[in-house]
């Protein structure tokens, strides 16, 4: 039941992550956007932990490693400009 539920939040996130994307409320190069996508993915991969789905594994875990790049990208370009 927990791994249900910390996928569920993690499904909530994503989604609402693309809404506030689609609704220019944030860019898809902000922090907050890679954030959320990550942090969401995370959890369904926790609920996947219990039930597992290859397709589903393989879209999360894509997700989580686009993420991570994105915000080590972010990170560089900061830190490239702060020099």
Known sequence: MLHDSI???????????YF????????ARS???LLMNLIGSLGVLVSLSRN??????????SWVLIS????TTLAYKRWRRSR
């Open 7 to 17: 996928g569920i939040v993690g499904v909530s996130i994503v989604l609402l992550a």
């Open 20 to 27: 506030l994307l689609q609704t220019e409320k944030i860019g």
């Open 31 to 33: 922090v907050i956007y």
């Open 52 to 61: 597992f789905n290859l397709a589903s594994f393989a879209i999360e875990t």
């Open 68 to 71: 991570v790049f994105g915000l």
